[in-house]
């Protein structure tokens, strides 16, 4: 890898921030575009117009919604596969007790790929007051395909995940993930939330106009109806810490051969439409790149080929939910693979 790409990526992702921001898809954002040995940090606009009037940099903690789903689950899923804690073959339904429910033959790659048939709707305010565990209402809701048949981006089958490691290890997901995960690679601002609201960390949506925003507590509505901790949404973390995530993707030899044969399997591709799907991580057509993006306005890149990466934070929402031109952004970056 040439410090010549480098410099001219980190130019063209500035430029396309710098639309981003002026369109109005983000009041700001922060970028590091790298290498295994080099970096560029890339910050534009604001954090929170009236609110936080600081540019966002590296260390500014953000709500990265479905990014959870990478830096959380889809780890502390392959550690239990490298132990043999975890069959991704198994139906789920064996590990919670419940084998007899319409959801309980679905399997962890099934979930992975977003192939379950789970029901997409999440909607977990349908369940309060039920005095049922959260597990076996998922379970218990019919399919909406049969298992392994089609693609359909689901979340439902991620907080199944988050659950599910949580009764194989018998520890609080937050707790696990920062003791498994993101101590041992480096990423010590990561956690889930509830943050305090400062100028450390950036607000979301404001949902009624006139009140204070979503601010250090997580954006996703379901992710909230269970304490903010979960399988497919809670996250914060800084532009830094998925930087150093990236660079443990890109660097790491996988001594523990369990580990490094599930992310050979991660990057196959197991579904897919318009996009390709792994084991949680998109990829390009030709494999090359793996990425993923949050709903709230984060986005990750890996390029394998160029043993290098981009990240991208912003709280696009905090504008709106539209999130006009963030589209169009992701699928510039991800043409970077191409230079």
């Known amino acids: 890898m040439t410090g010549k790409w480098l410099d001219l990526a980190a130019e063209s992702v500035s430029s396309w921030l710098d639309e981003l921001v002026a369109s109005g898809g983000a009041p700001g954002a922060v970028a590091i575009v790298g290498t295994v040995e080099r970096t560029r940090v890339l910050t534009h606009g604001v954090i929170a117009p009236g609110l936080v009037d600081l540019p966002p940099h590296e260390t500014v903690l953000f709500d990265i919604a479905s990014l959870t789903k990478i830096v959380a689950t889809w780890v502390g899923v392959g550690q239990a596969v490298a132990a043999n804690d975890l069959d991704l073959d198994t139906p789920v339904g064996e590990y919670f007790g419940e084998e007899s429910l319409p959801g309980s033959v679905v399997t962890t790659r099934q979930i992975l790929s977003h192939t379950s048939g789970l029901m997409a709707a999440t909607r977990f305010d349908r369940y309060v007051g039920s005095g049922r565990d959260l597990v076996e209402l998922i379970l218990s809701e019919p399919l909406d395909t049969p298992p392994g048949a089609s693609y359909r ?37 990561t956690s889930f939330g509830p943050l305090a609201a400062s100028p450390a960390v950036a607000p979301t949506e404001t949902r009624l106009p006139g009140t204070r925003p979503v601010w250090g507590v997580v954006h996703d509505e379901n992710a909230a109806q269970m ?40 990057i196959q591709v197991h579904a897919g439409g318009d996009e390709h799907r792994g084991l949680a991580w998109l990829l390009s057509d030709d494999g090359r790149t793996m990425y993923h993006h949050g709903f709230t306005g984060s986005s990750i890149f890996v390029f394998k080929e160029k043993a290098a990466y981009v990240t991208v934070l912003s709280n696009a929402v905090y504008n709106s939910r539209d999130r006009r031109g963030l589209a169009a952004l992701r699928q510039n970056i991800k043409g970077l693979a191409e230079r």
């Open 227 to 266: 304490g903010g901790v979960a399988g497919h949404a809670g996250v914060f973390t800084t532009a830094r810490d998925l930087a150093a995530f990236c660079r443990r993707v890109l660097t790491d030899d996988w001594t523990d051969t369990g580990f490094a044969r599930y992310v050979e399997q991660s």
């Open 153 to 189: 981006y689901v979340n439902r089958g991620f907080v199944l995940l988050g659950l599910l490691l949580e009764r194989l290890y018998k520890r609080p997901l937050d707790q696990l993930m920062s003791e498994r995960v993101w101590q041992p690679w480096s990423m010590n601002d």
